[in-house]
């Protein structure tokens, strides 16, 4: 069984850059077999899908947070990794890391991290 | 992108009773629909996908239904443990979209 582990600060000033990374362990699926995904989830905005990455490296982004996502992936650790720029009250959310069958057609979400609180505030 | 509404926004039932929730689409679509249910501190978990396949080791009593813009998460007969928020989400479009979600409440 795959498993999935975020990390990073649980408190971000405003204008700062969240990071987060997610670790994959387990499972007898390879890392290309997935693809790796961020979602938030905040009172007010509810659930958020913000973007994923493959292992190729390859990447696509929820248009509303684009211009200030950057997502990598670092096959040595296999680990996955977020950075949201220019952050505000705005992005406090549970973020969670989340794996989805790379297989032909599309899949759910069918993998969770537990999720890691974040909150921005000077 | 899609929106997603889902309704009620609470249900309250009494135990052993059948329930079904909405989840309406903005824009059709066909099956690539999921229902997932999040218990209190936790994460969501993976109910249906396809929009009526259930997930590994989901229990025979979730069923869900539907396609082009109407969609319904079925329980029959309900559990303790089946009292949780639920979310119907598209992965049928760019960007992946989540309904508000439906909160199942002990009556």
């Known amino acids: ?122 | 992108e899609i929106v997603m509404t889902q309704s009620p926004a609470t249900l309250s039932v009494f135990p052993g009773e059948r329930v079904t929730l909405s989840c309406r689409a903005s824009q059709s679509f066909s099956r690539y629909l999921a229902w997932y249910q999040q218990k209190p501190g936790q994460a969501p978990r993976l109910l249906i996908y396809d929009a009526s396949t259930r997930a590994t080791g989901v229990p025979l009593r979730f069923s869900g239904g539907g396609s082009g813009t109407e969609f319904t998460l079925t329980i029959s007969g309900l559990q303790s443990e089946d009292f949780a928020v639920y979310y119907c989400q598209q992965y049928d479009t760019w960007p992946r979209t989540f309904g508000q979600g439906t909160k199942v409440e002990i009556k």
């Open chain 1, 1 to 122: 069984q795959v498993q999935l582990q975020e990390s990073g600060p649980g408190l971000v000033k405003p204008s700062q850059t969240l990071s987060l990374t997610c670790t994959v362990s387990g499972g007898s699926k390879r890392s290309s077999d997935y693809y790796w995904n961020w979602i938030r989830q905040s009172p007010g905005k509810g659930l958020e899908w913000i973007g994923y990455i493959y292992y190729s490296g390859n990447t696509y982004f929820n248009p509303s947070l684009k211009s200030r996502l950057t997502m990598s992936v670092d096959r040595s650790k296999n680990q996955f990794s977020l950075k949201l720029k220019s952050v505000t009250a705005a992005d406090t959310a549970v973020y969670y890391c989340v794996g989805n069958i790379a297989a032909p057609g599309r899949s759910a979400f069918d993998i969770w991290g537990q999720g890691t609180v974040v909150t921005v505030s000077s």
